[in-house]
């Protein structure tokens, strides 16, 4: 099926067992809280007693591997294979020439070049973990450091603009920018900067393999089994379908596990060479260097409006890195193409070829550091204007894509900062910064818009109904900690009117049927509308059998009713069951509609005029996101996303260490993100909205929802508490302490 016109009225609207949007406890709860759930690292499912593996890295940050020397290592206890570029089998390089920037190769050990810091060079495989780390510190390596490129900001000069492609242009330009923005009575011109961070998952990446023949059987944790299915076949130079990937559950992706990495590929080759079970973890410092991180970002907005508070030009420039080989552009501009009407707009992002590990997506990409950025300057030019910040972005609402020029499929942002402007207690908020003092404190009010794109990405499920009424629902989709599980039971069970105890998901293995995967917050609504389709066809072939019209049947209490007949789906499935699949892709309303989550966002803090600590006291959060699945997991995503929100404006940051190329708080211990003492109690509120255009569910996705603009609430906040207008993330102390009044 391609959504290529609206979704028409269905069962999921008619709702009659109540299931969709009922905040039903996550059906794989109790496997996780009783530890039986078994990530990629505790699977047991090896052939026997697997080794383990350890990775060995380099400590320069650009040059090359002039010696190695592992006879050490092989003679410590329980080591059974040291591999290096010298002896590791031999895989595909790494090209660009696959669109599909997670299906590329990624070879490993397979030359004596550094291109970064932490570049494995050895991995040493031993029968305990602990015996192959001990040996790795035994390996004996002499390195030829070259002259690295590590800050962005000293390299601005080497900018480069990326080669245009379709739905992902580098630049975008409306009207004549320069001439609109020169004749505004009101103008804003100001630079802003954010740092790297990390995704900081709580599971670390791991990986257990074995083969199976010529077939290679990978326990892992990823987001995209498909996307991990090529690229280990293609660094092999082998077909996909000898590679399985199984990834059933996941602590945490965020980005970071949307591609496999070293583990994942170093120990498929050990298992190879020892034809033995191999399993690898990354410790936590190795995941800073050897996966992936949010590239910095250096951004300029312009924005020029008439007395009116109207805006008459939009300009966001964004600067970004990217890792020397790769071709990776931070989406800075995303939401400013489209979330507020000017007749004359430009936006330009501009990479820069950096000597680091590789920066790919993290945490709403784009949305999280460009949103927040241009809600801090919609904050300066509300100021200038003297009007308020909510009906300022009113004032600015467009009738149409402002680019695209297509409708929006819905768009309810005015209805968000209107309420959450209500609940809030907005009126109560002084204009005039630092107005507000509490002994030591001063008290601020600040808000933002939030946006987010919504996708439909292709994917396939199969479902059966066997004879004991017990549906089985299978795809290779994953389940990252976002209740993919839950929300898929109680979507199935709706559409067949069975209790949810009578339906089992099986995900996360990739001899399932295809599907997108969990990333961009299109995971439920692909995955999601492929097992809507496959449960219809089931409802068909299950009301033909019980010689009811398709269009007559309901389904309830596990019966099939309709036209005076009736039947039970467990006799209809007959011994044998009863199987049907369904398959979902984009169509013609993704070009014919502008399809965006929204959301307002709204923060009080207290700032201490001795010590410049920043106390958030109270969040909301105010969301359309279409059909809401279930209250309580999409309650549980916003409130993550806003907390991310909270630690993009105070405290997360990668510290680079120029000398070496690295960064230098490589653990939780000194890589900051909110604790329990830094947030206060945070109120999400859903709005009522179902979105015909999207998808068959109509849904929308809200995983990254909840962080898009975040970050500029909390930090118009802070200017609004104490007037120090503070443009470079995290605000900390040391950037507050110099202008807060005495």
């Known amino acids: 099926m391609e959504m290529n016109q609206p979704a028409p009225p269905n069962a999921l609207d008619a709702n009659r067992q109540g299931l969709i949007g009922r905040d039903l406890d996550r059906v794989d709860g109790p496997q996780k809280v009783c530890g039986t759930a078994p990530y990629a690292y505790e699977v047991q499912e090896a052939p026997e007693r697997p080794l383990y593996g350890f990775i060995v890295e380099a400590p320069i940050g650009c040059g090359r591997l002039v010696s190695i020397s592992t006879t050490e290592a ?9 591999m290096t ?33 932490g570049q494995p060079v050895a991995f040493v495989v031993a029968g305990t973990f602990e015996q192959a780390r001990a040996a790795g510190f035994l390996v004996q390596a002499q390195y030829e450091a070259m002259p690295g490129q590590f800050r962005m900001k000293e390299h601005l000069d080497l900018a480069e603009k990326p080669p245009e492609e379709e739905g992902k242009q580098a630049d975008s330009e409306e009207g004549d920018f320069d001439t609109g923005f020169a004749a505004a009575d009101v103008q804003v011109d100001v630079e802003y900067a954010t740092p790297v961070h990390i995704h900081a998952q709580m599971e670390p990446h791991a990986a257990l393999a074995w083969w199976e023949g010529d077939r290679v059987v990978v326990h892992c944790s990823t987001q995209m089994l498909e996307s991990a299915q090529k690229r280990v ?8 379908e000898k590679v399985r990937i199984v990834s059933r559950f996941i602590g945490g992706g965020f980005g970071g596990k949307l591609p496999v990495w070293a583990d994942v590929i170093l120990a498929v080759l ?11 973890a990354l410790t936590r410092q190795q995941m800073f260097h050897l996966t992936s991180h949010r590239p910095d970002t250096v ?37 400013t193409r489209s979330l507020y009407a000017a007749p004359h707009r430009m936006t330009r992002q501009r990479r820069v070829k950096l000597d680091l590990p590789v920066a790919d997506s993290c945490r709403s990409p784009g949305e999280a550091v460009g949103m927040p950025v241009l809600e801090c300057a919609m904050d300066e030019l509300a100021e200038k204007l003297g009007m308020d910040p909510v009906q300022l972005r009113i004032a600015n609402e467009p009738s149409e894509d402002p680019e695209k020029h297509v409708p929006y499929s819905s768009r309810q942002l005015v209805a968000c ?8 207690g907005w009126d109560q908020r002084r204009a005039q910064p630092a107005m507000v003092r509490e002994g030591r404190f001063l008290v601020g009010m600040g808000m933002a818009s939030a946006s987010r794109s919504n996708k439909l990405q292709p994917s396939k499920c199969k479902v059966k109904l066997g004879g004991d009424g017990v549906l089985v629902a299978r795809m290779s989709m994953t389940d990252i900690g976002t ?9 199935a069970a709706e559409m067949l009117g069975l209790p949810v105890e009578n339906v089992r998901m099986e995900l996360g293995d990739s001899d399932f049927p295809p599907t997108a995967g969990s990333g961009g917050s299109f995971g439920a609504a692909s995955a999601g509308s492929a097992l809507y389709v496959a449960c219809e066809e089931l409802r068909r072939k299950l009301a033909q059998s019980a010689g009811i019209a398709p269009d007559e049947a309901e389904f309830a209490d596990g019966h099939v009713r309709g036209g005076g007949k009736g039947a039970a789906l467990a006799k209809l499935a007959g011994p044998d069951g009863i199987e049907a699949e369904g398959e979902i892709a984009p169509g013609t309303m993704e070009k014919q509609y502008r399809q965006m989550a929204y959301g307002a966002f709204f923060a009080e803090v207290a700032v201490d005029t001795e010590s410049g600590e920043v106390r958030v006291r109270r969040l909301l959060g105010v969301f359309a996101a279409g059909r809401i699945l279930n209250a309580k997991t999409a309650r549980s995503q916003l409130l993550g996303g806003m907390i991310w929100g909270v630690g993009t404006a105070l405290h997360e940051e990668a510290a680079l260490d120029a000398r070496h190329g690295c960064f230098a708080n490589h653990d939780i211990a000194e890589y900051h993100v909110p604790v329990h003492a830094d947030i206060p109690a945070i109120d999400v509120v859903l709005l009522p909205e179902v979105d015909d255009k999207a998808n068959p569910l109509k849904i929308k996705g809200l995983g990254e929802l909840g962080i898009s603009g975040a970050a500029g609430a909390v930090a118009n906040a802070i200017y609004n508490a104490c007037g120090v207008r503070v443009r470079e993330f995290p605000i900390t102390l040391d950037k507050l302490l110099p202008g807060l009044p005495a």
């Open 270 to 280: 050990a298992a190879k060479a020892l034809q033995r079970p191999v399993k690898t």
């Open 233 to 240: 076949a293609n660094t092999l130079k082998m077909p996909e």
């Open 74 to 82: 092989e003679r410590a206890p329980g080591v059974v294979h040291v």
């Open 299 to 335: 951004q300029r907005v312009r924005l020029g409006a008439g007395r009116d508070g109207r805006l008459l030009a939009i300009g966001h420039e964004a600067w970004c890195h990217s890792a020397r080989l790769d071709d990776y552009l931070e989406p800075v501009c995303t939401s």
């Open 85 to 117: 570029h010298l002896n590791a089998p031999e895989q595909a390089a790494f090209s660009l020439e696959e669109s599909e920037r997670f299906n590329r190769p990624h070879p490993v050990l397979g030359d004596a070049v550094i291109p970064h810091y």
């Open 483 to 491: 209740g993919s599980y839950t929300v898929f039971t109680q979507i």
């Open 417 to 424: 900062l209107e309420e959450g402007a209500r609940r809030f």
